[in-house]
């Protein structure tokens, strides 16, 4: 069984989806395997390079993650084209990692699963919610400006939407321990996670 989780930027996808990795789900994140994986990739480099410029490369020749996170997210253009070279290298270590345990227990996080389309993936989605509020509040906690975090929020599905098309929700809003539980109760009613 495959979970897609979802939400929006500071909901507490990580959060819920290290939750599902403590009760046994083997966890992909997306957002890690570009950073880590995919952005390191000498053609990937270059190719950003070629498509925007020597700013996006470091003096050490590393993305300059900042930088191009900057570009993207101030044009649609720009980001579509980062997407459209990133997701298909994405798609791959999926497929990869899935085949590794084709009848285990998946968790994976996915910002843009709703975005993307990229609900057939995936047996189950989840999002993780919480209010506006506390979503900017988190954001500003990690450093991110306010109007860069209602920038970046923008950027995706309005959140009662993505609440809307999940298959399930988890409410993060409260402690910690309250997440946890409500991943337990949602473990308890999947149907072939017993």
């Known amino acids: 069984m495959i979970l897609g989780i979802t939400g929006g930027i500071g909901c507490g996808k990580s959060t819920a989806s290290k939750g599902f990795e403590r009760r046994g789900f083997r966890r992909l994140d997306s957002d890690a395997l570009i950073r880590d994986e995919i952005l390191t990739r000498s053609d990937v480099r270059g190719q950003l390079l070629a498509r925007f410029g020597p700013k996006v490369i470091a003096a050490d020749g590393v993305v300059d993650r900042a930088e191009l996170g900057q570009l993207v997210f101030s044009d649609e253009a720009a980001l579509r084209a980062l997407e459209d070279l990133t997701h298909p ?11 590794k345990s084709p009848t285990g227990l998946w968790v994976v996080e996915v910002p843009l699963l709703f975005e993307k389309n990229l609900e ?62 409500e991943i337990d109760h949602l473990i308890q009613a999947l149907p072939v996670a017993r």
């Open 89 to 99: 290298h994405l798609f791959e270590i999926w497929r990869l990692e899935f085949a």
């Open 120 to 181: 057939n993936w995936f047996d189950f989605t989840v999002c993780v919610a919480c209010a506006p509020a506390q979503q900017l509040a988190r954001l500003e906690q990690r450093g991110l400006p306010h109007a860069l975090a209602e920038q970046r929020i923008s950027k995706q599905l309005p959140l009662a939407r993505k609440i809307e098309l999940a298959d399930f929700v988890l409410w993060n809003d409260g402690a910690a321990e309250f997440l946890q539980d």
